[in-house]
């Protein structure tokens, strides 16, 4: 099994390499997140220490079925992100994270909104957090964990929907 994730792992990296028409800097989006915009937030969400947490993760290295800050993988990090930023528990997996909380619309995404990708032609197969401005901060193959844009090709073409497991 571990064999055909390293096989997976590898072939997500060619086409998230490619993934350059909508390119973020985690750096200035880091700077531009903190900067007390006014967004919108679920209910009970203190996006302060939400934020924190997940910021804190950015430069850690992609390491399927590891959830430290040696080594994450995308469920790994919100479960983690979760659990440390707003005490709350989430499923391990992607696809059981999918299946928690109350689908949310893309025009209604809020900051902390769970975000899906089927990158494998197989259903739900990555997970992220999204933040604002259609960024959001996940544990990339390629990049470790980062921030990227849901209006890049790559992640546009795979996207499946989001939830709110948090709040309103």
Same mark, same amino acid.
């Given at each position: 099994m571990v064999e055909e994730e390293v096989r997976f792992a590898s072939r997500v990296r060619e086409e998230e390499t490619r993934e350059d028409d909508a390119k973020v800097d985690p750096g200035q989006a880091r700077r531009d997140l903190s900067a007390n915009r006014v967004e919108r937030t679920p209910e009970g969400l203190n996006r302060d220490k939400f934020l924190l947490e997940a910021v804190s993760y950015l430069g850690v290295p992609y390491a399927y079925g590891e959830s430290t800050k040696d080594g994450i993988d995308c469920?790994? +990090?919100? &479960?983690?992100?979760?659990?440390?930023?707003?005490?709350?528990?989430? =499923? /391990? &997996?992607? /696809?059981?994270?999918?299946?928690?909380?109350? =689908?949310?619309?893309?025009?209604?995404?809020?900051?902390?909104?769970?975000?899906?990708?089927?990158?494998?032609?197989?259903?739900? &197969?990555?997970?992220?957090? +999204?933040?604002?401005?259609?960024?959001?901060?996940?544990?990339?193959?390629? +990049?470790?964990?980062?921030?990227? &844009?849901?209006?890049? /090709?790559?992640y546009r073409e795979r996207y499946v929907g989001a939830r709110r497991v948090a709040g309103g």
């Open positions: 469920s790994g +990090y919100t &479960s983690r992100v979760y659990k440390n930023g707003a005490n709350i528990a989430l =499923p /391990r &997996s992607s /696809r059981e994270q999918y299946a928690a909380g109350a =689908p949310v619309q893309g025009d209604s995404l809020q900051f902390g909104d769970l975000v899906f990708f089927d990158t494998t032609g197989s259903g739900v &197969s990555h997970v992220g957090i +999204y933040l604002e401005d259609y960024l959001f901060a996940h544990a990339s193959v390629s +990049y470790g964990v980062t921030i990227s &844009s849901l209006q890049s /090709r790559y």
